[in-house]
């Protein structure tokens, strides 16, 4: 581990002034970030700790929707009866995430700009444009199995590891910034890019800009949702892959539906595509395999992770059939 300078935010503009400085990182739970800076894949040289600002709330919005603070810890969030009764598919996520003890620390902004769980990324061994930009990509002649299907380029295919983002994608959730320049209003499928030859840009955030907060708007009244993550294992594993399914029914008829994806893009993916074969269609076998086959048109296999395609096809297979079924 490197040396490096630690402070602590008194104030939000405090925290986005200290944060602007050269090779400054925030630190909330420092679950992935403690992690990477002991693999010295991560060196920053100033640590400005925000624990001490006051955005640690969920609070309902005049509006009907949801005010989450990014200082929001994963299990508190989970367990909240308004998300519980309002949005299972962000608790369902949240509960399907890492262990107790991270999510007891883990924050909601952390989470959102949790990194890759990419095993070239995190070795320093191995060529990496994501952490040393030029230096080539070993995962894509290597042993890429957990990576990416959708998204990817020859710069970079490693997936993004949040369950929570997946949900809140599916939930059209909106990210709430502050900044040098002020605040800002990102919408979550704006605000990850894709690697295209800038891999180690992950998202659109500026340096010093801190995620304050994010809203999730109001469902209607009888809309379901599910999460649906599948692992190597039951317990404290990252999706092969995993379906996030929002949707309103008329009768047997989807009449509003939002598809999200994880384990299977470079950033949590909202598929358009599944969308648009559902809605107005009857809640059939035959529209959700047509739905699944709309959503992963796009998949590009690697060597070893072929398998992701169909997987996901009947994660969202099965995520619809527990969504629109009577209740």
Request: net charge positive; with cysteine; hydrophobic share 40%.
């Amino acid at each position: 581990m490197q040396v490096f300078r630690y402070s602590q935010a008194r104030s939000l503009d405090g925290a986005v002034r200290s944060g602007a400085v050269p090779s400054a990182s925030f630190i909330a739970g420092g679950t992935t970030l403690v992690d990477l800076m002991k693999l010295n894949v991560l060196t920053p040289r100033s640590l400005v700790d925000i624990n001490g600002l006051p955005l640690d709330r969920v609070e309902p919005l005049p509006t009907g929707g949801l005010r989450i603070g990014a200082m929001v810890r994963n299990s508190d969030l989970a367990n909240h009866d308004l998300v519980r009764t309002r949005y299972a598919v962000l608790s369902e996520a949240l509960l399907s995430g890492a262990s107790p003890q991270l999510r007891n620390m883990a924050t909601t902004g952390g989470n959102l700009l949790q990194k890759t769980r990419c095993y070239y990324y995190r070795d320093t061994n191995y060529a990496c444009n994501k952490r040393q930009p030029g230096s080539g990509c070993a995962a894509l002649d290597g042993f890429n199995r957990i990576h990416a299907v959708l998204g990817g380029s020859d710069h970079c295919v490693a997936t993004h590891p949040s369950d929570m983002a997946v949900a809140m994608m599916a939930l059209e959730a909106t990210v709430h910034t502050q900044g040098p320049k002020g605040p800002r209003e990102i919408a979550l499928d704006e605000f990850y890019l894709v690697p295209g030859t800038t891999p180690e840009r992950e998202n659109v955030l500026e340096p010093g800009e801190l995620i304050t907060h994010v809203t999730i708007p109001t469902v209607a009244a009888g809309t379901r949702s599910h999460y649906l993550k599948l692992r190597d294992r039951a317990q404290y594993e990252f999706a092969l892959a995993s379906s996030a399914v929002v949707v309103s029914m008329s009768g047997n008829r989807i009449q509003r539906v939002r598809v999200a994806f994880g384990g299977v893009g470079t950033k949590p993916w909202r598929s358009r595509e599944a969308e648009r074969a559902l809605e107005g269609q009857d809640a059939t076998p035959e529209n959700f395999r047509r739905a699944a086959d709309a959503a992963m048109a796009a998949a590009k296999p690697l060597k070893y992770n072929g398998f992701k395609i169909e997987l996901a096809k009947r994660a969202l297979i099965r995520t619809l059939e527990e969504t629109t079924q009577p209740a």
